[in-house]
C-alpha cells in the first residue's frame, strides 16, 4: 500500500523558512514525477512546484526565485525549501506523486504553514 508521509509544516513569521519533506513507501517511484501543491481557505488546490524523474522542474510564477523543489529518489523523498515567505504562502501544503499512468496518483495527507506578518 502507497504510503506519503508530509513533515516540516509549521508557523513562521514573514520572511522566514520552511523544509517540507514526504517520503514516500510501498512500491518503487523512480519513474514518478514529484510535485507539491497547496489549498488556502476558500480556495482551490493548486499546484507550487513540480520535479520529474529525470530532475525537470516546474513553480509558479508566485514562488520563483523563493522556493526551490528537490528530490532524493533513493529515499522516495520529496523535498520543498521555501525562503522569504509571505503571509499569501498560508495554506495546507499536499505532496503529491503521479506515475506515467493516470491511475496512479498518490496524495500526502497535507501540512499546515501558516505565515504571520
Known amino acids: 500500500q502507497v504510503q506519503l508521509v508530509e513533515s516540516g509544516g509549521g508557523l513562521v513569521q514573514a520572511g522566514g523558512s520552511l523544509r517540507l519533506s514526504c517520503a514516500a513507501s510501498?512500491?518503487?517511484?523512480?519513474?514518478?514525477?514529484m510535485g507539491w501543491f497547496r489549498q488556502a481557505p476558500g480556495k482551490e488546490r493548486d499546484v507550487v512546484a513540480t520535479i520529474g524523474h529525470g530532475g525537470s522542474t516546474y513553480y509558479a510564477d508566485s514562488v520563483k526565485g523563493r522556493f526551490t523543489i528537490s528530490r532524493d529518489s533513493a529515499k522516495n523523498t520529496v523535498y520543498l525549501q521555501m525562503n522569504s515567505l509571505k503571509p499569501e504562502d498560508t495554506a495546507v501544503y499536499y505532496c503529491n506523486l503521479q506515475g506515467i499512468h493516470h491511475y496512479e496518483n498518490y496524495w500526502g495527507q497535507g501540512t499546515q504553514v501558516t505565515v504571520s506578518s
Open positions: 510501498g512500491r518503487t517511484f523512480s519513474r514518478f514525477a
